[in-house]
């Protein structure tokens, strides 16, 4: 669900990016009157396997498309909602300037899409009611389930608003979200049941590890396990199983290919949409997740429903970009962290 440039135009990209770098602003002083020395380091680690989990996209059946993890609603169930932006926040700037996932231009609107919906929508009016706090029972995985599809049925919504808004694309408005919210639809329901996998590993081996339960204080290697755990789990997802992700289109390009007839719309002609194109080329050392003087690495080519995926596709480019991009996501977020660990140090 990662929009690209073309869908906007500069009024509705800069708006976005006006209210994501508010949100952002507003996260980051309540991370700060809450930080303890648990919270950073969950932070980098959870944005390194956010990172490697959304690199692996899953085929959805009968569709000829596929989905990834937005990972939107398993940071805030672990770190809380603020934090939970911050880090999403990081994990999709990596994914625009160093690997061209998703446009410059359109990085707010991914932002608010992917972030704002599951920290500060999905969580604490569906997640958390439905839950009541429990984790790893079937209320818990119920509770997920359909936090994450409303969150994703959200974004979507938002893609197609802020598409509409735009003006630029022919995408008729009923045709795009009559495609977009039923694929999302299933997408949500996979979300929802890897998030809920994901708490009950962490409630099982270390349950103070879950929001709101950071501002307990704790011995700090009692968090050694999950971390551990979760480093584990991105070196194997981003190195090895990303070689099994499905060459289909993902939600958003089979539902502009389902209404254009192609999957990707035609870019603008004015000077920001191609001055941010040249620079996203300059900036992103492993474009579409592999080597630039690989070109089969770099972009494999997408299948359609009729053609059968052959799995796995090993690529050194993509194991490398798994690994290397989990790695800056997770200095970049340990930074802000101990940013704003420093800056209440100092207050």
Known sequence: MHMADALINPAVGGTMWLVTAGLIAYCARKVKQTMNDRLVPMMGVLGAFIFAAMMINFSIPGTGSSGHLGGGLILTILLGPYAAFLVISSVLVVQAFFFADGGL????????????????????????????????????????????????????????????????????????????????????????????????????????????????????????????????????????????????????????????????????????????????????FLPDYGFKSTETEAAPAEQTAAEPEQWPTISAGTSVSGIVGGLITLGLTVLIGFALKARRAGV
């Open 105 to 284: 231009l359109a990085l707010g609107c991914n932002i608010f899409n992917l972030g704002f919906f599951p920290a500060f929508i999905a969580y604490p009016f569906i997640y958390r009611v439905i839950a009541r706090d429990e984790y790893g029972t079937l209320r818990a995985w119920i509770a997920a389930i359909v936090a994450a599809v409303v969150g994703l049925q959200l974004g979507a919504f938002g893609v197609v608003l802020e598409t509409k808004a735009s003006g630029i694309s022919e995408l008729p408005f009923s045709a795009f979200v009559l495609l977009m919210q039923p694929i999302h639809l299933a997408i949500g329901i996979v979300e929802g049941l890897a998030t809920a996998a994901v708490v009950a590993f962490v409630a099982h081996a270390r349950p103070e590890a879950l929001f709101p339960a950071q501002a307990v204080v704790e011995p700090r290697n009692s968090m050694r396990p999950v971390l551990i755990g979760l480093l584990i789990a991105t070196v194997i997802v981003g190195g090895a199983a990303s070689w099994f992700a499905s060459t289909h289109p993902d939600g958003l390009e089979w539902s502009i290919a389902k209404v254009s007839g192609k999957e990707e719309v035609s870019g603008t002609e004015d000077n920001l949409h191609k001055g941010l194109g040249q620079l996203q080329e300059k900036t992103a």
